[in-house]
C-alpha cells in the first residue's frame, strides 16, 4: 500500500450495532495505513457520542432525522430536516477533503451519503442486517461499492463479513478462558451462562433469569449476566455476576459455556466468529431482521431460536441445564458456529477501502 495520507470518513450513528463494525475498520485501517486520517459523522443522540471517542477517533455530527413509523406531521418535516442535515455533512466533508466515505447504516449516514453524492465523493456501504435499513438501500441506488453479510440483502452487494475488534478476531477461548474466570470472579469448576441483550440491555432476557436464577445456581451453573445501564441493578451473589455493561466481550466469550442473546448482527458474527454456542432470543420489533440474522447459525446447527416471548423464567430453568450440562452437544454446536465466522473481515475490507481512496485522492471534490 501507498504511504501517502487520506482522510476516511466513516457514516455510522445510533446504535452500537452501526458504530462498533465502523470503528472496527477504522482500526484495521490504521494498522493497513498509519497515516489514515479517520473521522466518524454520526448522529446528534446515539451512542457515538460516547463509543467513538473512547476508541480515539474523531467525531463529528448530523442532526439524527429518523423516519416516522406512522404517518404524522412529522413526515411533512422529515425531508426538510434531510437537506438541512445534507448541507452540514457536505460542509464537513470538504473541510475534512475526505476520499471515502464508508456507511454502516443509521440515520446519520443517509444525509452524509447525500452529500458525498453530490461532492463525486465515493461511497462504499456495507449492511449487516439480513434486511437492509432505509439509508443504505437509498445509497445502493448510487454506488457500485455495495457489500453485504447475507447475501440477497441488497441486490448485487457482494459478500463481506463484519469487521471485528482485534481481541474477538483473534480470541482463544480455551487458552483465555482461565484469565477470563479470574476477571469476573467467577469459579473454575462450573459451566457459564452468559446472558447480553445488546448495548441497552433487554429487560425481557433480565426477567427470565432473575426468576430462573435460583434453579440455575442449585444446578451448578454460573451466570454472567449484562443487564444493561438503563436498567435497575440485581443483586449479585456466589455464582451470579451482574454488570451493567461488560467492557471485555472477549473475556466474557473466553468465559462462557454458553450464551443467550438477542440477535443483532454484530452479536451474531462475534459468537459464530469465536464459535460459542448461544440461544437466540429476536427483538420482537423491527422488520424481523434480528431472527433472520440468527438463522444461518441456528440452521447450521451452531445456536438454537426462542421467540421473546417464549422466553420465561420456567423456559430457561428447563432448556438451560440439560444443554450446557451436555459437553459433546456444546462441542459440536461451537464447531457448526465456527463454520460460519470469518475472523479475517477487518482486514479484508480494510484493504478494499485503501484501495478506494487512494484512486481517488487528488480528485475533483
Given at each position: 500500500m501507498s504511504a501517502r495520507q487520506f482522510c476516511v470518513v466513516l457514516a455510522a450513528g445510533g446504535?452500537?450495532?452501526?458504530?462498533e463494525p465502523a470503528l472496527n475498520l477504522a482500526d484495521e485501517l490504521v494498522a493497513l495505513e498509519p497515516n489514515t486520517r479517520i473521522c466518524v459523522i454520526g448522529g446528534d443522540r446515539g451512542l457515538e457520542s460516547v463509543l467513538v471517542p473512547a476508541r480515539g477517533?474523531?467525531?463529528q455530527t448530523v442532526p439524527s432525522v429518523p423516519m416516522p413509523r406512522r404517518p404524522t406531521l412529522d413526515l411533512l418535516l422529515v425531508w426538510p430536516r434531510q437537506r438541512a442535515a445534507k448541507k452540514l455533512a457536505k460542509a464537513q466533508l470538504r473541510a475534512l477533503q475526505t476520499d471515502v466515505v464508508v456507511g454502516f447504516g443509521g440515520y446519520a449516514a443517509l444525509p452524509t451519503y447525500l452529500a458525498a453524492?453530490?461532492?463525486?465523493?465515493p461511497v462504499v456501504i456495507h449492511e449487516a442486517n439480513a434486511r437492509a435499513g432505509l439509508a443504505n438501500r437509498v445509497a445502493a441506488r448510487f454506488t457500485p461499492l455495495v457489500y453485504v453479510l447475507v447475501p440477497g440483502s441488497i441486490a448485487g452487494g457482494k459478500l463481506m463479513g463484519l469487521p471485528l475488534r482485534p481481541a474477538i478476531a483473534r480470541l482463544d477461548r480455551s487458552a483465555l478462558r482461565p484469565a477470563a474466570l479470574a476477571h469476573f470472579g467467577l469459579p473454575g469448576d462450573r459451566p457459564v451462562l452468559l446472558v447480553?441483550?445488546?448495548?441497552?440491555?433487554a429487560q425481557r432476557l433480565n426477567a427470565?433469569?432473575?426468576?430462573?436464577?435460583?434453579?440455575?445456581l442449585a444446578d451448578g451453573i454460573s451466570v454472567?449476566?449484562?443487564y444493561g445501564s438503563k436498567n435497575a441493578a440485581p443483586e449479585g451473589k456466589p455464582g451470579y455476576v451482574p454488570l451493567a455493561y461488560i467492557e471485555r466481550m472477549d473475556l466474557a466469550y473466553a468465559a462462557a459455556d454458553l450464551a443467550i442473546t438477542r440477535a443483532g448482527a454484530m452479536t451474531c458474527a462475534e459468537l459464530s466468529a469465536v464459535g460459542l454456542p448461544a440461544i437466540y432470543?429476536?427483538?420482537p420489533v423491527g422488520n424481523g431482521e434480528q431472527r433472520l440474522n440468527a438463522l444461518p447459525i441456528v440452521e447450521a446447527g451452531g445456536g438454537q431460536y426462542v421467540a421473546d416471548a417464549a422466553c420465561t423464567p420456567q423456559w430457561l430453568g428447563e432448556s438451560v441445564p440439560p444443554l450446557i450440562h451436555d459437553h459433546v452437544k456444546l462441542a459440536a454446536m461451537g464447531a457448526a458456529a465456527a463454520g460460519l465466522g470469518d475472523r479475517d473481515a477487518g482486514h479484508q475490507f480494510a484493504e478494499v477501502v485503501a484501495r478506494v481512496a487512494m484512486t481517488h485522492q487528488g480528485g475533483v471534490r
Open positions: 446504535t452500537a450495532g452501526h458504530i477517533y474523531q467525531l453524492r453530490e461532492l463525486r465523493i447480553f441483550g445488546g448495548s441497552q440491555g427470565a433469569v432473575a426468576g430462573a436464577l435460583p434453579g440455575l454472567l449476566h449484562a432470543v429476536p427483538l
